[in-house]
Structures are given as structure tokens and as C-alpha cells.
């Protein structure tokens, strides 16, 4: 009985630890469920849980639960001395199915008005198990998984057992969410893969039919505290919802539902010294670094608290990350598994609003900078059309509203501020249908006579919306127009090079980024680039306004094609050299060592050194080429500072790219259902040979590429249908 001894000496201490929501251990030396449960969830007898049970099925529109027949499940109940409960537990492997789900309507509407806590106790034997609290009606998920309305696993306590037994909470969490009570809780495997424990049996099947695991004595307990409710705005989000809630809509939503149960405060002490650590020692962007500084550390290691809640830890540690503004560092998102009809975090897609916005010039009005709607959906509201001009937000100026957002929001920051323009032009659609109550706007007529609009209100706009599951999923993007007509991503999303004929003389050449399909070996993107240029084109516009970045082959592939041994130019990307000394001196040894194949030897490998360089008699060397950026980060910055300074080039540009010289590499989750995070484990130098690079006094990062030509969209061009950065480089290719 040696394994209960350690759940007896853990108990008191842990007792006194958030979160605090497990069956207590007996005099029996078995657990047993606390007098206070609500509900509780043992399985002694398959027949007793077969009401309850619904098993977890593939079909043609998703994930559904179907009820279980009489009867079924009974072999995937244990009855044996390893119970931690009573007699009986669940044993579940992967040939056993998808999973289970347990749906108690009465008992998860009673408790709908009320904070409450999910506890389990599982074990893993191949896969680790999870229970996860799923909340929508009927109507939201329509036995189909994919319009769940939000969930959140739980998550492991430290209590445990010598013999591997695991207790897991939720934590404290709401028993409703935007008037959606509980639906199910979710028992599923996660299944370990390069994800660091982020997929799920029924999304990444295991590649071993015994992979299983136990899960026993599940609980839900009253916890402390009233519901997220009322009203609130981003501005007013503290003080409406507390600490405890996020603001979606309009609408207090208990902020665990977005971010991940908090941890108990040894797991936050740890989580936070360990992101420390990664920031100060061996962060890659040299600028970022220097940003990690005392009081940065200082306030990072202050997220840990006994009254931390989701969103003070999981929100701050986010904030804590992006103000650091490297571009390839990043924390790393919650994984539930699920296609909500909103998502927690913004993204790119027109969203409940089905418009976009791009930034543009309001040469109608004050000649500044602002976000004007681009484009607009068949689901777009009557009250917006394309050309308004946002003037505030929830009556804030949009800018500050967006800069207040933005680092709790995306998944990392530019680090060149004036950048952020592009990057949040993008995500504005879905920023507002999540987090604005009103959005005003002014709009203007061709020529120039402007009025104000009535507030529209948005929170309103967007709840109707998603609840009646009707979601913009266009992709919001920087080009005004596209120049070519070709698409640019493949069925898998990934990056196509896409080739048009402006005139006679001049190709265009139009892209995202530098990851093609590895299934093609980079076909899709390699061989429409070189077709166009072996016709020697005296002209090429180059469309790179989206450029996400990706592998730096692909740079070399297309630099060659404009820049080789006649004009010179070589970029390494340096990691640290040591725990102790980032930037000792043992990273200046001859980089030159490292050209080719020789970037696997001990000494380039363990410094992470990579070199990129011109080389060759490019095919397009005499060509006039009009490089257009506006929202490009990493190859899509490295490529166009080698490209700079080539003859006959010129770059057009509202804001200099992002400034992340380097590349990124995974961070380990820093618990499970969370994504990898991410870091940038370089930095760049740049020089017309590697001996010159290497001998440079400073980083690249910190600064990103200039345009030689700043030119903005403008409102007057928004109006007439006219893209005017293309315009201004085919008017430079034309002189």
C-alpha cells in the first residue's frame, strides 16, 4: 500500500495550494468524494454510467457524440485493487475508440448560474488522459464537435501517487458562458507528438492500438465566487469583470475559457522561471534580449500568485512575452481541439463582421494614418461599406484601442512599432467582433465630402452573428488588390508562387512567403519563378506585401534570380554561445567554415550559424525590379536586405518590415493542452562576404528593412478601386 503513502504526505501541503477540488484520502487509504460534490462520476459498474455515456465518433461533418447502447462500453470498466475510488475504473485504448462523453443535462443546468470545479484522477499508460469541460447548447453543437461553444481541459494539480495515479482540475470556472451552460465533459487520450502533448485521440490517432490510459473518481464541486456576468468594454474590463474575466462581446466571460486553468502557484513559479530563463540566456534576437532586463524580470516572476487567475498569469505571461517585440518568440496558444463559432484569439479572417480593413491614408481628411474597411462579405453588415474610415472605437481613438488590445492578443508583436499598422490592419475585423462595443465611422464620397455615421453597434452585431453560426472566413490581407490572378497558398495553406504579364515587358510576381509543400518538393513555388525570369523580362513587379517568412532555400532560390557574384552580399544568422555568456567569444570563430553542408559540423551547428549569400550569373540581372512589402517578417525580411542596394531596384512600402533577422525554433508547452511555444534562436549580420559580415559591430535586429519609396494606400484610391502602391511601382517601371 506503499502508493497511497504518498497521496497521505502530499495532501496537507497541497490542501493549501490553488487549485484546491479532489476527492479526499480515507482512513480506507481509497479516496473518496468530498460532502460537498454536486455531481459525481465513478465507474464501478458500466451499466451505471451507460445513461450518461456517449461515445465519441468520426463522421462526414465532424466529431459527434452518439448515445451509447445498453450495455456498451461494459469492457472498458476495471474492477481491481488499483481503484483509487471504490472498486471500479475506467481503462481506455486507443482500439477502443475516439473517447467517451458524459452528458447530464439536469445536473449541468442546475449549476449554470454558479462557479464550480471539474476534478478527475487518471493515469497514463501510453497516452495521457483528459477531461474537459465543453460548454453549448444543443443548437450550438448539434451533435457536431466542430461548433462547440468553448471548453477547457483539466489540468494536472501535483498531487499524485507513487504508482503513477495523477489528480487533474479545472480549477474554478464558470458554470455558464455567454448564457451557454455546460454540454458534456469530454474523455478523451492526448496522445504525445512534436506538439509537446497538445493532440488529442480523435485528432492525431495513435500509431499504437495499446496506447491507453485509466481515469477514475470524476468530481464536480461548488467553488467560491459568482459567475462572470454584466457588461464591460476593453477599456473597462477590470473593473466589470474582475480578475477572474475577459471581456467577448460586450459581455464578462470567465477568463479561463480563453486562456487555460491557472496552475498552482509552485507550477506558476516554475512556469515563469523557466520563460525567464529562456528570454535572458538564450533568446536569439539580441534587441529583444536587451529588453528582458531587471524589471522586466522582476514583474514576470510577479505573475506568480496564490490568487492568480487565468488571466492574470496565462494573460500576463502573454503580455510579458509580446513586449519584449520579437516577432519569432512567442507563448504559445491553449489547445482545446475545437472550432468555436468565435475564437478566443484574433486571427486574420473577416470574422463575424465579414469585412477588412488595410491601412490607408486618410488624404481626405487629416492626411493621417487609419483603418478604413477594404473589403466587406455577404454577411457584412448594411452599415458598413468599403471605404469607411474608422474614427473611434468604443469612442477611444482606434489606435490606442488597438495598442491596448494587440499585446494580449497576437501571437507576437513586429518589432519595428510602426509595422504593427499591417499586422493589425489584418486582425482588426475580428479584434472588434470580439472585444468592441461600438465602432464609429466616417464616411466620404468620391471627391470629398465626408459625415460622420451613427455608432454601429458592434458587440451586438458580432453575438448575433456567431450565434447563428455565421462567420466570415475570408482572408483579410495588405494587398489592396492582387497582381496577379493566380492563388497563392495550395490545399494544405502553404505558399505558391503566383505569375502573371502586366505588359509586354513586365512579369509580376506575387507570394506569401517562402514555405512551399514538401510534397512537391517546392515545385508549386520553385518552377513558375524560374520560368518567368529565363524570358529575361526587361521589367518585374515583385508582390510581396504578405510575407510570413519560411525557409531560407527558397530566399537563396529567388535572390539568385536578381542578385549574384557581380554585386555580392552575405547574411549569417548567429545563435548564443553559452548559459553564462550569450555573446562570449566563441561564436566569432570563422563563419566562413560554415558554407554548405558545413553548417552540420559541431561548431556551426552548436552556435547555430547559417549563411546565406548571392552566388552565380542571376537570370534577371538586367531587369528593373519593383519590390513591394508592407506586412513581412523573417526570409521576408532577410531577402529584400539582400536585395537592397542591387542596381535598378526599388522598394515600395507603407512601413519598414518587421525586423526579425533570424529564424525560430519550438519551445517545450509549458503545460500540457498548450501549444508549442516559440523563440528566435538567431540574429543577423550583413556584409558584401562573411568575413565582412562577421566583422560588423552590431545585430540587424531591432530595425527593420526601409522602403526606398514610402508609399501608403490612400482613401481617395480606396473610393475609385485603385491600388495605389502598385500604381506608384508600375509608374517607376514605366520611366
Not at 231 to 245: E, I, L, N, P
Amino acid at each position: 500500500m506503499s502508493r497511497w503513502r504518498a497521496v497521505h504526505l502530499l495532501t496537507a501541503a497541497l490542501m493549501l495550494a490553488a487549485p484546491v477540488s479532489a476527492s479526499e484520502l480515507g482512513t480506507d487509504l481509497k479516496l473518496h468524494f468530498s460532502s460537498d460534490a454536486i455531481a459525481t462520476y465513478a465507474f464501478e459498474s458500466a451499466s451505471a454510467m451507460a445513461p450518461l455515456l456517449h461515445e465519441v465518433q468520426q463522421s462526414a461533418t465532424g466529431v459527434t457524440w452518439v448515445i451509447s447502447p445498453a450495455g456498451a462500453g461494459s469492457g472498458l470498466v476495471v474492477a481491481d485493487a488499483n481503484a483509487p475510488e471504490g472498486n471500479g475504473y475506467l481503462h481506455f485504448t486507443a482500439q477502443d475508440g475516439l473517447g467517451l462523453a458524459i452528458i447530464d443535462a439536469a445536473t449541468f443546468a442546475a449549476v449554470a448560474n454558479q462557479r464550480i470545479q471539474v476534478s478527475f484522477w487518471g493515469r497514463s499508460e501510453g497516452m495521457e488522459p483528459v477531461v474537459s469541460v465543453t460548454w453549448g447548447n444543443e443548437s450550438d453543437i448539434s451533435t457536431t464537435e466542430s461548433k462547440v461553444w468553448a471548453r477547457v481541459p483539466a489540468i494536472r494539480t501535483g498531487r499524485e501517487t507513487s504508482d503513477g495515479w495523477a489528480e487533474y482540475s479545472t480549477g474554478p470556472i464558470d458554470g455558464s458562458v455567454i448564457d451557454r451552460p455546460i454540454h458534456d465533459l469530454l474523455l478523451t487520450g492526448r496522445v504525445a507528438n512534436t506538439s509537446a502533448n497538445t493532440g488529442l485521440l480523435f485528432a492525431n490517432p495513435p500509431s499504437l492500438a495499446t496506447d491507453a490510459f485509466s481515469l477514475d473518481a470524476i468530481e464536480l464541486r461548488p467553488a467560491p465566487g459568482a459567475i462572470s456576468s454584466g457588461t464591460c468594454t476593453a477599456a473597462t474590463v477590470d473593473q466589470a469583470c474582475g480578475a477572474q474575466g475577459e471581456c467577448f462581446f460586450g459581455r464578462c466571460v470567465d477568463s479561463a475559457t480563453k486562456w487555460h486553468p491557472a496552475p498552482s502557484l509552485d507550477q506558476q513559479q516554475q512556469i515563469a522561471a523557466r520563460v525567464v530563463t529562456w528570454m535572458t540566456n538564450f533568446l536569439g534576437d539580441r534587441a529583444a534580449a536587451a529588453r528582458a532586463d531587471a524589471g522586466w524580470v522582476s514583474q514576470t516572476l510577479g505573475l506568480a500568485s496564490a490568487t492568480a487567475t487565468a488571466k492574470t498569469f496565462w494573460g500576463g505571461l502573454r503580455r510579458q512575452l509580446n513586449i519584449l517585440r520579437d516577432t519569432h518568440t512567442s507563448l504559445g496558444n491553449p489547445y482545446n481541439n475545437i472550432t468555436t463559432p468565435f475564437a478566443f484569439f484574433v486571427s486574420t479572417l473577416s470574422g463575424p463582421l465579414d469585412v477588412c480593413f488595410g491601412p490607408t491614408v486618410n488624404d481626405l481628411g487629416d492626411g493621417k494614418l487609419a483603418y478604413v474597411i477594404w473589403k466587406r462579405g455577404m454577411l457584412a453588415p448594411a452599415a458598413l461599406h468599403i471605404g469607411d474610415v474608422v474614427t473611434a472605437i468604443d469612442g477611444e481613438d482606434p489606435k490606442a484601442w488597438v495598442d491596448r488590445i494587440n499585446p494580449l492578443e497576437s501571437f507576437s508583436l513586429p518589432v519595428v512599432p510602426i509595422a504593427d499598422w499591417a499586422d493589425t490592419s489584418v486582425r482588426l475585423s475580428s479584434m472588434l467582433a470580439l472585444h468592441a462595443g461600438t465602432l464609429s465611422v466616417t464616411r466620404c464620397a468620391p471627391g470629398g465630402a465626408c459625415m460622420a455615421q451613427p455608432a454601429f453597434d458592434v458587440a451586438s452585431a458580432a453575438l448575433q452573428a456567431v450565434s447563428n453560426g455565421q462567420t466570415g472566413n475570408a482572408n483579410c490581407s495588405v494587398r489592396f488588390t492582387e497582381t496577379t490572378p493566380g492563388p497563392l497558398a495550395d490545399a494544405n495553406g502553404l505558399d505558391v508562387m503566383s505569375v502573371g504579364s502586366l505588359d509586354a515587358q513586365t512579369v509580376a510576381l506575387e507570394f506569401d512567403g517562402f514555405d512551399p509543400s514538401s510534397t512537391n518538393g517546392g515545385n508549386a513555388w520553385v518552377e513558375p519563378l524560374l520560368t518567368a525570369v529565363s524570358t529575361h523580362p526587361a521589367r518585374v513587379l515583385v508582390d510581396a506585401r504578405e510575407g510570413h517568412g519560411g525557409f531560407g532555400s527558397y530566399g537563396d532560390t529567388l535572390i539568385a534570380q536578381f542578385r549574384g557574384v557581380e554585386s555580392p552580399v552575405s547574411l549569417i544568422i548567429a545563435g548564443r554561445a553559452a548559459f553564462d555568456a550569450p555573446d562570449a567569444a566563441p561564436i566569432f570563430f570563422d563563419w566562413s567554415s560554415c558554407l554548405g553542408n558545413n553548417i552540420y559540423t559541431w561548431q556551426c551547428a552548436a552556435t547555430y550559424v547559417d549563411v546565406q549569400q548571392t552566388a552565380g550569373s542571376p537570370a534577371a540581372l538586367d531587369a528593373k525590379v519593383a519590390w513591394l512589402n508592407t506586412n513581412d517578417v523573417s526570409e521576408n525580411d532577410i531577402v529584400p536586405a539582400m536585395l537592397k542596394g542591387r542596381a535598378n531596384l526599388r522598394i515600395f512600402s507603407p512601413f519598414p518590415t518587421y525586423g526579425a533577422f533570424g529564424s525560430r525554433g519550438s519551445l517545450p508547452a509549458l503545460v500540457t493542452n498548450m501549444h508549442d511555444g516559440t523563440m528566435a534562436l538567431g540574429d543577423s549580420r550583413l556584409g558584401v562576404s562573411v568575413q565582412a559580415a562577421e566583422s560588423q559591430s552590431g545585430w540587424l535586429s531591432g530595425t527593420g528593412v526601409p522602403p526606398d519609396q514610402l508609399v501608403t494606400q490612400t482613401l481617395s484610391d480606396v473610393l475609385a478601386g485603385k491600388d495605389t502602391i502598385v500604381s506608384a511601382a508600375r509608374e517607376w517601371l514605366a520611366q
